[in-house]
């Protein structure tokens, strides 16, 4: 995933580069979908999935952990500052779709159209740093990541809506089942774990 790759990679590979520096990574974005198909065609070694299911058909997973999920809205947003922000709350309002592919936008977009008399319409932006930037501006509501979102908020040119996510997504390394792990793969494995065990920031906001 983009939130993934843009948000959570950078400190694990900087690690990894100090610590292994024979060790060559070569890191490829793709939607979920897409990777658990790449595993089981061994065109990947490891893979990572946001998922609400952590079991997937040839492929072993390792938990590591909820990603939490929040809605952003711009600071002087009509719904900024309102206390128990509904899913209706946010029917009423434009949206802007979370990043393409993922699977908690395609639940995010369910919950809303849920009851719905006619699909509510989408903004669609082309990835996470535009959504950011239009939900910056005004244009409306999206739902990310909290890592995705953290330096905006704490800038204070985002603020998090008082609204809970009616389900939950886990982040998870996955490879092909049955496959022979190197000792590399098994490190990195053990080390993402590790990293998700220890320090917390680097899992979830």
Same mark, same amino acid.
């Given at each position: 995933?983009?939130?993934?790759?843009?948000?959570?990679? @950078?400190?694990?590979?900087?690690?990894?580069?100090?610590?292994?520096?024979?060790?060559?990574?070569?890191?490829?974005?793709? &939607?979920?979908?897409?990777?658990?198909?790449?595993?089981?065609?061994g065109t990947f070694d490891l893979g990572f999935l946001m998922e609400a299911e952590t079991e997937h058909p040839g492929v072993r997973t390792e938990v590591l952990g909820s990603e939490p999920l929040v809605a952003v809205a711009a600071p002087d947003h009509v719904l900024a500052g309102a206390r128990n922000v509904s899913t209706g709350d946010l029917r009423a309002v434009p949206i802007l779709a979370p990043e393409a592919g993922?699977?908690?936008? =395609?639940?995010?977009?369910?919950?809303?159209?849920?009851?719905?008399?006619?699909?509510? @319409?989408?903004?669609?932006?082309?990835? %996470?740093?535009? %959504?950011?930037?239009?939900?910056?501006?005004?244009?409306?509501?999206?739902?990310? @990541?909290?890592?995705?979102?953290?330096?905006?908020?704490?800038?204070?040119?985002?603020?998090?809506?008082?609204?809970? =996510?009616?389900?939950?997504?886990?982040?998870? %390394? =996955?490879?092909?089942?049955?496959?022979?792990?190197?000792?590399?793969?098994?490190?990195?494995?053990?080390?993402?774990?590790?990293? =998700?065990?220890?320090?917390? @920031? &680097?899992?979830?906001?």
């Open positions: 995933m983009e939130s993934f790759t843009s948000y959570r990679m @950078p400190p694990v590979l900087e690690y990894f580069h100090h610590r292994y520096p024979q060790l060559q990574l070569a890191l490829r974005p793709s &939607l979920c979908r897409d990777t658990c198909e790449a595993l089981r065609q993922c699977s908690y936008g =395609a639940m995010f977009e369910a919950e809303l159209n849920r009851g719905a008399e006619h699909a509510v @319409p989408l903004l669609q932006f082309g990835n %996470i740093e535009s %959504i950011k930037r239009g939900v910056s501006a005004g244009l409306g509501v999206s739902v990310l @990541p909290a890592m995705a979102v953290a330096a905006e908020v704490e800038a204070q040119s985002l603020t998090v809506l008082d609204w809970t =996510a009616p389900f939950e997504v886990y982040t998870q %390394i =996955a490879w092909r089942y049955g496959r022979h792990l190197t000792r590399e793969m098994r490190v990195f494995i053990d080390w993402m774990v590790r990293f =998700a065990e220890q320090d917390r @920031p &680097l899992v979830a906001c």
